[in-house]
T-cell receptor
Framework: NAGVTQTPKFQVLKTGQSMTLQCAQD?????MSWYRQDPGMGLRLIHY???????DQGEVPNGYNVSRSTTEDFPLRLLSAAPSQTSVYFC?????????????FGPGTRLTVL | EDQVTQSPEALRLQEGESSSLNCSYT??????LFWYRQDPGKGPEFLFT???AGEEKEKERLKATLTKKESFLHITAPKPEDSATYLC???????????FGTGTRLTIIP
C-alpha cells in the first residue's frame, strides 16, 4: 500500500491564483481530512469527509473547497489564493469516523502565496 | 473551547537521559487524547490514544499517561532516533474534530 499520497510537494502561487491540492489513499478508508500547519499554531482542521459524497467544514474552512466523489480521492481547492494561505497542508485518512483518531497522514504540501 | 498546551516547547537531552513531555488540556468531556510523532518535512505519525484517567500505554522507550487535566509522554533512555516533534491532541465527546497542541521539539544528543 502506498498509504496517503499528496501532490505536489511544493507550490508557489501568486495572490489571486487558484489551484487544487491532490490527496489519495489506497487503504479503503472512509474518513479523510485536510489540515494546515503553521508555526506556533498547531494543526488546524480545514475540511473533512466521512465518506464519498459527504463533506463538512472544520475549524478554518474559509477560502477552501473540497469534494469527495470517490473513496480514494479528496482534493482541496484554493479558490483565490491569499498570502494568509501560505502554510504546510496535510491530508489524513482513517478507517472510519469511529476510529478516526488513528489517522494516517500524508507527507504534506508546502504552499507559498506571494 | 477545547485547548491543548504542550511544554516545554523544546527539549535537549543527552542520549540515555530520561525525561517527560507535558500536555495540559481543557475539554468539555474527553473522548480521547492522542500523541503523534512528527519528523522534519513529514506528516505526523500516530503513537497512542488514551481514553480515561489512569490509563497508560507503552511503545518501546515511550510511555504515555493520562490524568483528568494532563498527559505525560515519558521517554526512557532515549536514543538519537527519538529526536522529533511530539504532538498532543484531544477530541471532545460528540465532536469529530481533533484539537492539536503546538508540539514539543525533542533533540537527543549522542
Amino acid at each position: 500500500n502506498a498509504g496517503v499520497t499528496q501532490t505536489p510537494k511544493f507550490q508557489v502561487l501568486k495572490t489571486g491564483q487558484s489551484m487544487t491540492l491532490q490527496c489519495a489513499q489506497d487503504m479503503n478508508h472512509e474518513y479523510m481530512s485536510w489540515y494546515r500547519q503553521d508555526p506556533g499554531m498547531g494543526l488546524r482542521l480545514i475540511h473533512y469527509s466521512v465518506g464519498a459524497g459527504i463533506t463538512d467544514q472544520g475549524e478554518v474552512p474559509n477560502g477552501y473547497n473540497v469534494s469527495r466523489s470517490t473513496t480514494e480521492d479528496f482534493p482541496l481547492r484554493l479558490l483565490s489564493a491569499a498570502p494568509s494561505q501560505t502554510s504546510v497542508y496535510f491530508c489524513a485518512s482513517s478507517l472510519d469516523s469511529n476510529s478516526y483518531n488513528e489517522q494516517f497522514f500524508g507527507p504534506g504540501t508546502r504552499l507559498t502565496v506571494l | 473551547e477545547d485547548q491543548v498546551t504542550q511544554s516545554p516547547e523544546a527539549l535537549r537531552l543527552q542520549e540515555g537521559e530520561s525525561s517527560s513531555l507535558n500536555c495540559s488540556y481543557t475539554v468539555s468531556g474527553l473522548r480521547g487524547l492522542f500523541w503523534y510523532r512528527q519528523d522534519p518535512g513529514k506528516g505526523p505519525e500516530f503513537l497512542f490514544t488514551l481514553y480515561s484517567a489512569g490509563e497508560e500505554k507503552e511503545k518501546e522507550r515511550l510511555k504515555a499517561t493520562l490524568t483528568k487535566k494532563e498527559s505525560f509522554l515519558h521517554i526512557t533512555a532515549p536514543k538519537p532516533e527519538d529526536s522529533a516533534t511530539y504532538l498532543c491532541a484531544v477530541q471532545a465527546l460528540g465532536n469529530e474534530k481533533l484539537t492539536f497542541g503546538t508540539g514539543t521539539r525533542l533533540t537527543i544528543i549522542p
